[in-house]
């Protein structure tokens, strides 16, 4: 069974900047993989995937946050940079095996794998 463990987050002031990484255990090399975040009063979101050399990442963080798949280290990490108070939230990895199979790269139900979660602060 494959397992994900997340580090990184914590608390930063609005334009600041943060790393998180996702470690996937045995290999990261046959999985479509994606970050989400949760944050009070709405629901999960995906924020940002990739398969290979295809990316993808959501109108709200475009141009800020930048997802790296590293199959040498078998991790996902998440870059965020320019944090806003809106973007407090509890942020999680996914994974899910790569198939030819057509899918929606931003729906919860889409991904089998899950990180535990963390927390990102940023204040005002």
């Known amino acids: 069974q494959v397992h994900l463990v997340q580090s990184g987050g914590g608390s930063v002031q609005a334009g600041g900047a943060l790393r998180l990484s996702c470690k996937i255990s045995p290999s990261s090399a046959d999985y479509f993989t994606a970050w989400f975040r949760q944050s009070p009063g709405k629901e999960r979101e995906g924020v940002a995937a990739v398969n290979f050399r295809v990316r993808y990442v959501d109108d709200d963080v475009k141009g800020r946050f930048t997802i790296v798949h590293d199959n040498a280290q078998n991790t996902v990490d998440l870059q965020l940079s320019r944090l806003k108070p809106e973007d407090t939230a509890v942020y999680y990895c996914?994974?899910?095996?790569?198939?030819?199979?057509?899918?929606?790269?931003?729906?919860?139900?889409?991904?089998?794998?899950w990180g535990q979660g963390t927390q990102v602060t940023v204040s005002s």
């Open positions: 996914a994974a899910r095996p790569r198939s030819r199979v057509t899918f929606d790269p931003f729906r919860e139900d889409s991904y089998s794998f």
